[in-house]
């Protein structure tokens, strides 16, 4: 069993940034791959960022949507179980409940921004940012 505990939400102006936190707990190896995603109010849940956490230290795969592609970035450290995601240049359009996710699978690039592809889930963290 794993749990995903996200915090760093808040407020910001456009143009701010804000760092992301997913502490999580449980069988390592029940999460090799972790997520982010974010759902705003009327709209779909989007995957934003993934991970393959298996072998991070020497050089793990990360994934991007292309609406976060050079402003996001994805990390892990590994000895404190923490996965972050730093947001910079925040937009409006970010505004949305952002969610940690993470899966017992081995990295599979076409699906790891997919919601079906993770088996646990946090509880999420609002994030609002105001023009």
């Known amino acids: 069993q794993v749990q995903l505990v996200e915090s760093g939400g808040g407020s910001v102006q456009a143009g701010g940034s804000l760092r992301l936190s997913c502490a999580a707990s449980?069988?390592?190896?029940?999460?090799?791959?972790m997520a982010w995603f974010r759902q705003a109010p009327g709209k779909e849940r989007e995957g934003v960022a993934a991970?393959?956490?298996?072998?991070?230290?020497?050089?793990?795969?990360?994934t991007y949507a292309d609406s976060v592609k050079g402003r996001f970035t994805i990390s892990s450290d590994s000895a404190k179980n923490i996965v972050y995601l730093q947001m910079n240049s925040l937009k409006f359009e970010d505004t949305a409940m952002y969610y940690c996710?993470?899966?017992?699978?081995?990295?599979?690039?076409?699906?790891?921004?997919?919601?079906?592809?993770?088996?646990?889930w946090g509880q999420g963290t609002q994030v609002t940012v105001s023009s």
């Open positions: 996710a993470a899966a017992d699978k081995g990295w599979q690039l076409w699906r790891v921004l997919r919601g079906d592809y993770y088996d646990y």
């Open positions: 449980g069988n390592p190896s029940s999460r090799r791959s």
């Open positions: 991970i393959y956490l298996v072998g991070y230290a020497v050089g793990g795969s990360t």
